[in-house]
């Protein structure tokens, strides 16, 4: 009897495919006869008819024969690609012609503040131009409430009718529209998606009658948590009712196209079918749904179908395109503008449909990991596998614990992607790797590291303007002098009161180019082998400042993603030039002037005729236009001449605000040398310091840099002797890690031949063998040498600057604070064994770095404190590894940036370099196994947490580091 039933239900399906095939071309045919005779009348509609969950393969006369005897009017697109193989990021993409990493929704799970954001979407754009905009459809419609892509109606497609086969729901949705406008409507039905639930009799259309397993009406309700195990009876159920699920989906959009005609609609509608996304139905195993993963191309390969009266022609069009290629497909049939002032990721297809051909295109799509990311957005994203193909070959990337795994398929040949075909075309996977690398590129949250993805460094919280005027001097009573003028110009006047201005602020060096070093490194001239003058810099002396490595400012802030450029007035810098030629010493084999400081591009303006200050301005300015989409520290230094200072000045500022970079942008001016030391110090920074606000406390040029860093949530490093500003800035909520550092500063000033230190009330000035001692509370003119009568004083002055040049505390004094930085994580797992851990860990600093000799503490995590022993050569530890969790000890080091070595041994053999684990993502680091003694091992550990450890599973040595607090997370 079972088989009786097939055999009547296989020739009853066979005659409806070929009357709803001919039905639906008839309608076509009748609807656009005066459409054929001459051009529609009026502005063209659009409808859309999307499907969920539709793979390509299902496009035929067996399961859609309405949609199949549409197609053969229309231009089919055989090579259609989605980005994202999940329906809200699909809609958004396909409506805004944008991928998602440009649109900002790369997951079913986008947050609310990104939903919220205004995407540009094409109903947007149509409404805008005059169309009435509706979306109608079922329960896989969701999405067009949980964000607004600018359609006016939404309206319920049950209550329309478009899933039942027996109502003519239809005519319901034109009522809807209005006959005199132009309409743009869509129509979304999701009866294809999982658990493939068809309604009857759909559900016994394409099933086996004798079927008795658990999937009798419909799929697995759940497969996130994991994938059924099929036999084949029930992968060929679940087919025959996904497939029963397209047809129903088929018959809907049949009565809507003949629909469509009988209102006389067809002449001057443009019809497309699409589909959110394909399904995978365990083809090789690979399970059921859309978009976990991106092997075989049944998730991502749909349906595009596009009928335009004007073209009533049967074309398929071979190439291959893209989701974003219809947004800009319909504004130009439609002849809608599309968003000014957005670039489309796709192009326009229009002239596949009469005929033309189509460029070569790459398609790339990414997979869509099912995580409610939030906060943990870019690891997800990292986490994600992507594609790329062209015409004939596809290249899958997936990110492991172990590295990235790249498999190349070629399509042609291999259509089931089954042969990794890597070796036998290295130059294509180069190429393609390329490709994909390039597009991952422009994700703002992503950048690629060892050929991986990986969640690019956040943003620095502010750009740094930073203007040395050789014109503007400080006098002993706090006061500022504009060269010999007694009153400040009018730039320079709005400038000094745009902040916190210190009074009593002190250059580390009288001349310009020690001076300058000394504001950009933190620290002393001679602590990294500079002489306190200007004399001519021998081999010797670039040698031995190579050598020292000075903790660069412009090279701390470059390598966070900052663009740096200096803008001077003097030979004492060298660099890349803004026209890609080196400013440097000329010649090898004669004295140099200019020492690198660490500046992507330097631009030195000497020539009087060329009137350096304007040359100056006009040259930042440049630079600030070409930076206002990044962050930037620009280094500027004007001239000796106020008054021919002020106008150049007063355009640069104005430029920082007509382009609105002010509010983000940390403003510093200041000297960088003085003969008598004091020098003027300015620090703005809009909405958080005051304006106008003078502070009495003792700073040095030297502590500029350090506060640059910790109000970028940097560390300073220990090599710089200067200490932050932040404790003594007023009205600025500090990081929680801030030390609280109101302690007297020593200012130490060196010149030529020259010595001068400033420590309590008094000055001590050593000058070739003469010696002057000042009390400045009573004598702040400095004209009362008291070094004959106070030699008490003097001797303790003269120590205190032993003290200061070796940045050691004096005797009975407390040390100046040193950073310790947040701790770092160390976390070993032993994949469900109990594995034996030992090992040694020590840390040194550079000779340069002040405070002493390193000091770490340990904090157990999941062992016992019996376990370490912990003294001033180090620490050393042993214990087993658990099962039921990752254990270890957090490490505190101060200071922060020490050097740490170590030696493990995990079960008394040394420690695997591929068995150690880093960063975010806990990605393998060989690197470290030898311990953390560099910049980008450090920078590779830092993350907000720690990964996601398997203690069951992963094997290895887990070390991550909390990036320090920035005053922008503060706030």
Avoid at 15 to 41: D, K, N, Q, Y
């Amino acid at each position: 009897m079972a088989f009786v039933l097939g055999v009547v239900a296989a020739a009853w399906g066979a005659w409806r495919w070929r009357a709803a095939a001919a039905s639906t071309v008839a309608a076509l045919r009748e609807g656009v006869g005066a459409g054929e005779r001459g051009e529609p009348r009026g502005r063209m509609n659009v409808l859309v008819l999307a499907a969920g969950s539709l793979r390509f393969d299902r496009l035929n006369p067996r399961t859609m024969p309405n949609m199949s005897g549409f197609a053969a009017r229309a231009t089919v697109f055989d090579r259609m690609y989605v980005s994202l193989p999940r329906t809200l990021p699909s809609w958004v993409s396909l409506l805004t012609g944008r991928h998602p990493h440009h649109h900002g929704i790369d997951s079913s799970f986008a947050p609310r503040a990104d939903r919220a954001r205004d995407v540009a979407a094409l109903p947007s754009q149509f409404a805008r131009a005059g169309y009435r905009t509706v979306v109608a459809g079922d329960s896989v419609a969701d999405v067009f409430g949980r964000i607004d892509l600018g359609f006016a109606g939404v309206l319920d497609a049950p209550d329309l009718g478009l899933s039942d086969l027996d109502a003519s729901g239809a005519p319901e949705l034109f009522e809807r529209l209005r006959p005199d406008e132009p309409f743009f409507a869509a129509v979304s039905l999701g009866a294809a998606r999982r658990p493939y639930a068809p309604r009857a009799p759909y559900h016994l259309r394409f099933t086996a009658p004798g079927y008795r397993g658990p999937f009798k009406y419909h799929g697995p309700l759940d497969v996130a948590r994991a994938q059924p195990v099929l036999r084949a009876d029930d992968e060929a159920q679940l087919r025959g009712l996904y497939d029963g699920a397209v047809a129903q989906i088929d018959d809907a959009f049949g009565r809507i196209v003949r629909e469509l005609a009988s209102r006389h609609l067809a002449e001057r509608t443009i019809v497309v079918l699409v589909a959110d996304h394909g399904e995978q139905l365990n083809e090789r195993g690979r399970g059921l749904g859309p978009g976990e993963q991106l092997f075989g191309d049944e998730g991502t390969h749909v349906p595009l179908v596009v009928f335009d009266p004007r073209h009533p022609v049967g074309r398929h069009e071979p190439r291959v395109v893209r989701d974003v290629d219809l947004a800009p497909t319909l504004y130009e049939l439609a002849q809608v503008a599309p968003p000014a002032g957005i670039a489309l990721d796709g192009r326009s297809l229009a002239p596949a449909l009469s005929g033309e051909g189509l460029a070569p295109a790459l398609a790339y799509a990414e997979s869509d990991p099912s995580a409610k990311a939030g906060e943990a957005h870019p690891l997800v994203a990292a986490a994600k596998h992507r594609m790329v193909r062209d015409a004939r070959f596809k290249l899958v990337y997936v990110p492991t614990r172990m590295g990235a795994e790249y498999t190349l398929y070629d399509t042609a040949q291999d259509p089931a992607e089954a042969h990794d075909v890597a070796a036998q075309f290295p130059e294509v996977l180069a190429r393609l790797g390329e490709e994909l690398r390039a597009y991952v590129a422009r994700d703002p949250d992503l950048a690629f590291r060892d050929g991986m993805a990986v969640p690019r460094a956040p943003e620095l919280p502010y750009s740094v303007l930073w203007i040395a005027i050789d014109g503007l001097r400080a006098g002993a009573d706090g006061g500022l002098r504009a060269g010999a003028g007694e009153v400040l110009p009018p730039a320079l006047d709005a400038l000094v009161r745009s902040g916190v201005r210190f009074t009593d602020a002190h250059a580390a060096a009288t001349a310009l180019r020690p001076g300058t070093l000394a504001l950009l490194a933190g620290g002393r001239p001679t602590e990294f082998g500079v002489e306190p003058w200007n004399a001519p810099l021998r081999a010797a002396d670039l040698a031995r400042y190579r050598a020292a490595d000075p903790p660069l400012l412009a090279r701390i802030l470059r390598n966070h993603g900052a663009r740096t450029r200096a803008v001077v007035n003097h030979p004492f810098m060298t660099g890349p030039g803004a026209n890609g030629t080196a400013i440097t010493n000329a010649h090898h084999d004669s004295p140099a002037q200019g020492l690198d400081m660490g500046f992507d591009q330097v631009a030195s303006y000497r020539d009087p005729a060329t009137t350096p200050d304007m040359a100056i301005t006009r040259d930042a300015t440049s630079f600030l236009r070409e930076s206002s989409g990044a962050r930037f520290f620009l280094f500027c230094n004007y001239g000796p001449e106020a008054a021919q200072t002020d106008e150049p000045l007063g355009d640069l500022l104005r430029a920082l605000d007509e382009m609105r970079l002010r509010e983000r942008t940390l403003l510093i001016v200041t000297s960088a040398q003085s003969e008598t030391s004091h020098i003027p110090m300015i620090v703005a920074l809009p909405g958080a310091l005051p304006r106008g606000k003078l502070l009495s406390d003792r700073v040095r040029s030297i502590d500029l840099a350090p506060t640059v860093l910790e109000l970028e949530g940097l560390e300073a490093p220990s090599r710089m002797s200067g200490r932050s500003l932040l404790p003594l800035l007023p009205l600025l909520p500090l990081p929680r890690d801030a030390p609280s550092d109101r302690a007297e500063r020593v200012a130490l000033t060196e010149g030529h031949h020259l010595r001068a230190l400033l420590a309590g009330p008094y000055r001590l000035l050593l000058h070739g063998g003469r010696e002057a001692l000042f009390d400045r509370t009573t004598d702040p003119a400095e004209t009362t040498n008291l070094a004959a009568a106070r030699p008490d004083v003097v001797a303790e002055m003269r120590a205190r600057l032993v003290a200061a040049e070796t940045n050691v505390p004096v005797v009975g004094t407390s040390p100046e604070p040193r950073p310790t930085g947040t701790p770092i994580q160390l976390r070993f797992a032993g994949a469900g064994a109990a594995h034996r851990i030992q090992g040694h860990i020590e840390a040194r600093t550079d000779a340069l770095a002040r405070g002493g000799p390193p000091r770490i503490r340990v904090e157990p995590a999941g062992i016992a404190f019996e376990s370490f022993k912990v003294d001033a050569a180090g620490v050393e530890f042993a214990f087993s590894t658990a099962s039921d969790g990752p254990v270890g000890f957090d490490l505190s080091v101060e200071p922060a940036d020490a050097h740490l070595g170590w030696e493990l041994y995990m079960d008394d053999r040394p420690w695997p370099q591929e068995r150690i684990f880093a960063g975010p993502l806990g990605l393998s680091e060989p690197r470290l196994v030898h311990g953390i003694d560099t910049d980008e091992a450090r920078s590779a550990i830092l993350s907000a947490a720690l990964p996601a450890i398997d203690a069951a599973r992963d094997l290895g040595l887990f070390v991550t580091r909390a990036p320090r607090g920035s005053f922008s997370s503060a706030k």
